[in-house]
């Protein structure tokens, strides 16, 4: 098949495109800076049209779109908001304008999303018919979702609320992992917030899963089936690199040192992950316990 990646050159599109690759399918990945030697890489300019880079979506089979300013990157100034909304919801919009303009549009859209839509729930079960919160992150994915839904008449759409995706060299476990080496880690505030993880081999099979379904349409929460809390997720991963974990960061640090980011993880959602599982999706993962013993063995 031929896939169009965009935003493919990140954390979760690198390990998709290796899978794609791997099992024959011509991947093209849509970058504002394409990697020199990657012959993949095929220049856009993700500002809400579509420009040359669009024939590469003329007969292509399936677009994922990961595109989108990081989340964790920087401190949440007014400035960094505009550019995580604007960096989701234009390319988005230039992934759409493409597609309503090629003679023989994909059959699939794969777009992200996160679990963030939900907001913060406590400790109440959230699935995909759950409504989106109403703070910055869910007004954030419900623009972004509601962008992608904009090509639903052309071609099958799939939102994709990704939770917190689980690999030592990327995402939130690299960021921790170090600290918990060293014996320094801990809970983070009250530790009572749940944390929606999936192992990043279970995220990729999932999207590799969306593609060949074709009765999978409209959102998918792509977290494992039993989510845990932040004080359980801390000792599970203690108990994964044989050290303590005693030293907890209390909220007010974390408000101080991280601004508003602080909120999302310092609030989390108990998602799971409903219809993938109606659908007979079925996780290599399913505990933490299994899913840090495999990562960091
Ligand atoms: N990783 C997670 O645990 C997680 C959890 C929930 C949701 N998600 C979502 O899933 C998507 C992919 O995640 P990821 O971890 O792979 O992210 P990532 O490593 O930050 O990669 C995202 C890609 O988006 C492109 N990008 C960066 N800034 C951009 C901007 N201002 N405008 C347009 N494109 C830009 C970059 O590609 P180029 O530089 O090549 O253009 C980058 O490689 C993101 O939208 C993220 O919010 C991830």
Same mark, same amino acid.
């Given at each position: 098949?031929?896939?169009?990646?965009?935003?493919?050159?990140?954390?979760?599109?690198?390990?998709?495109?290796?899978?794609?690759?791997?099992?024959?399918?011509?991947?093209?990945?849509?970058?504002? =800076?394409?990697?020199?030697?990657?012959?993949?890489?095929?220049?856009?300019?993700?500002?809400?049209?579509?420009?040359?880079?669009?024939?590469?979506?003329?007969?292509?089979?399936?677009?994922?779109?990961?595109?989108?300013?990081?989340?964790?990157?920087?401190?949440?100034?007014?400035?960094?908001?505009?550019?995580?909304?604007?960096?989701?919801?234009?390319?988005?919009?230039?992934?759409?304008?493409?597609?309503?303009?090629?003679?023989?549009?994909?059959?699939?859209?794969?777009?992200?999303?996160?679990?963030?839509?939900?907001?913060?729930?406590?400790?109440?079960?959230?699935?995909?018919?759950?409504?989106?919160?109403?703070?910055?992150?869910?007004?954030?994915?419900?623009?972004?979702?509601?962008?992608?839904?904009?090509?639903?008449?052309?071609?099958?759409?799939?939102?994709?609320?990704?939770?917190?995706?689980?690999?030592?060299?990327?995402?939130?476990?690299?960021?921790?992992?170090?600290?918990?080496?060293?014996?320094?880690?801990?809970?983070?505030?009250?530790?009572?917030?749940?944390?929606?993880?999936? =192992?990043?081999?279970?995220?990729?099979?999932?999207?590799?899963?969306?593609?060949?379904?074709?009765?999978?349409?409209?959102?998918?929460?792509?977290?494992?089936?039993?989510?845990?809390?932040?004080?359980?997720?801390?000792?599970?991963?203690?108990?994964?690199? =044989?050290?303590?974990?005693?030293?907890?960061?209390?909220?007010?640090?974390?408000?101080?040192?991280?601004?508003?980011?602080?909120?999302?993880?310092?609030?989390?959602?108990?998602?799971?992950?409903?219809?993938?599982?109606?659908?007979?999706?079925?996780?290599?993962?399913?505990?933490?316990?299994?899913?840090?013993?495999?990562?960091?063995?």
């Amino acid at each position: 098949m031929k896939i169009i990646l965009a935003g493919g050159s990140g954390f979760l599109g690198r390990a998709l495109a290796t899978r794609l690759q791997r099992d024959g399918h011509a991947v093209t990945n849509l970058s504002r =800076h394409p990697r020199p030697g990657v012959d993949a890489d095929l220049p856009w300019k993700p500002d809400g049209t579509a420009g040359q880079w669009a024939t590469a979506l003329d007969g292509a089979d399936a677009v994922i779109n990961l595109a989108g300013a990081g989340i964790a990157d920087h401190r949440w100034t007014e400035e960094r908001k505009r550019t995580l909304r604007s960096s989701r919801v234009l390319a988005t919009r230039s992934v759409v304008t493409a597609i309503r303009q090629v003679a023989r549009p994909p059959a699939l859209l794969v777009n992200g999303s996160a679990v963030g839509y939900y907001g913060a729930r406590g400790a109440e079960v959230v699935t995909e018919a759950t409504s989106p919160g109403a703070d910055f992150l869910s007004d954030l994915c419900a623009e972004w979702e509601r962008e992608a839904e904009q090509a639903s008449p052309v071609l099958r759409v799939a939102l994709l609320r990704t939770g917190l995706v689980l690999h030592p060299q990327g995402g939130v476990l690299e960021k921790i992992l170090l600290p918990f080496r060293i014996g320094v880690g801990g809970r983070l505030g009250s530790g009572s917030q749940y944390m929606p993880w999936i =192992h990043l081999d279970d995220w990729v099979e999932m999207v590799v899963w969306l593609i060949a379904n074709h009765t999978a349409r409209g959102a998918f929460n792509a977290t494992a089936p039993t989510p845990v809390t932040n004080a359980e997720f801390t000792r599970a991963l203690a108990r994964a690199v =044989h050290r303590p974990a005693f030293l907890p960061v209390p909220g007010f640090g974390l408000r101080l040192a991280l601004g508003e980011f602080a909120n999302s993880v310092l609030v989390g959602q108990r998602a799971i992950p409903a219809r993938a599982a109606e659908l007979g999706f079925e996780f290599r993962f399913q505990t933490i316990d299994a899913a840090l013993a495999d990562l960091l063995r």
